[in-house]
Nanobody, 120 residues
């Protein structure tokens, strides 16, 4: 079993910043891609940013220049630094990881989600 523990969400004013963290633990032999998705009320879940084990990054157009994804492999943790937040960034943010289990199978796991609300 693998657990993803997310933290860092909350309420922030437009133009403000938040930093999300997602720590993975459990039966992980190796972590591959790690990413953040978000889902606003009434909308589909969408990719925000992802980072490979080789530290290549991919961003959705709507966050380029404002959000930065990074990872600490020693801590099995992925971060999302969110700057210049807008009301339209309001959503539940989910961590997602691809990993290799101890039985050498490749698997995928979702976090429980953390609420980000951008409002004055």
């Amino acid at each position: 079993q693998v657990q993803l523990v997310e933290s860092g969400g909350g309420l922030v004013q437009p133009g403000g910043s938040l930093r999300l963290s997602c720590a993975a633990s459990g039966s992980i032999s190796r972590l591959y891609s790690m990413g953040w998705y978000r889902q606003a009320p009434g909308k589909q879940r969408e990719l925000v940013a992802a980072i490979t084990s080789g530290i290549m990054t991919n961003y959705a157009d709507f966050v380029k220049g404002r959000f930065t994804i990074s990872r600490d492999n020693a801590k099995n943790t992925v971060y999302l630094q969110m700057n210049s937040l807008k009301p339209e960034d309001t959503a539940v943010y989910y961590c997602n990881v691809d990993y290799r289990n101890y039985d050498l199978t490749s698997r995928n796991c979702w976090g429980q989600g953390t609420q980000v609300t951008v409002s004055s």
